[in-house]
């Protein structure tokens, strides 16, 4: 089946500092999602990417569509304490009738020191 | 919010006996999904719904059955709850405007002793 990785496992930053994570496919995918998950709650949506090379922001976070269609990242600028939290990217790939499944990467912990 | 509730929120059962969990949904979205979260695997996909009655197997839906007699309510049971599906269950939806995009309840953290 489809997989994910997701990088890095982990990160430990100052407020202040900018983040970037991304996740890489050997497979194509023609949707490209970013959730956050806080403790005890479920992931909830950030960006959604659709088409090859597209840059979409959400305020402090922008994400970018790989241009192989294989690949996807997320940065966050002027990081601040809430944005501590598992941040997820998840893609819907070419397998027709996949009656919209998503694979998801296994995340990236973010911690932020005040 | 996308108007997901799940119950119950927490359960603790004992190992052999059958559970049940609730997704219910106020949008009447058509695509339902279930989910478990496990340390170093993220989100797999155990069973989802495209219809009252239609429903498939997703990547671990060994040891699950679902059931959708209502838009609104997707059902996941353990016939026989097991130590190793100790686990956090997320039910999700997408919205027939944007069914590429998954929405997730708040969960239900289940334990098996």
């Known amino acids: 089946g489809q997989q994910l990785n997701q990088s890095p496992q982990s990160m430990f930053i100052q407020e202040g500092e900018d983040v970037s994570m991304n996740c890489t496919s050997s497979?194509?995918?023609?949707?490209w999602l970013w959730y956050k998950q806080e403790p005890g709650e479920g992931p909830v949506l950030l960006i959604a990417l659709y088409k090859a090379g597209e840059l979409t922001s959400n305020g402090r976070l922008t994400a970018q569509f790989g241009i192989t269609r294989k690949d996807s990242f997320l940065n966050i600028s002027a990081s601040i304490p809430s944005d501590v939290g598992i941040y997820f990217c998840?893609?819907?790939?070419?397998?027709?009738?996949?009656?919209?499944?998503?694979?998801f990467g296994k995340g990236t912990l973010l911690t932020v020191n005040p | 919010d996308a108007g997901i509730t799940q119950s119950p929120r927490h359960k603790v059962t004992e190992t052999g006996t059958p559970v049940t969990l609730r997704c219910h949904q106020t949008?009447?979205?058509?695509?339902m999904y279930w989910y478990r979260q496990d340390p170093g695997h993220g989100l797999r996909l155990i069973h989802y719904?495209?219809?009252?009655?239609?429903?498939d197997k997703g990547e671990v839906s060994d040891g699950y059955s679902v059931s959708r007699s209502k838009t609104e309510d997707f059902l996941l049971t353990l016939e026989s709850a097991t130590s190793s599906q100790t686990s956090v269950y997320f039910c999700a939806i997408a919205p027939p405007d944007r069914d590429n995009e998954q929405f997730f309840g708040p969960g239900t953290r289940l334990t098996v002793l």
């Open positions: 998840a893609g819907q790939g070419y397998s027709g009738g996949s009656n919209y499944k998503l694979t």
């Open positions: 497979s194509i995918f023609n949707t």
């Open positions: 949008e009447n979205h058509r695509y």
């Open positions: 719904s495209y219809g009252v009655k239609d429903t």
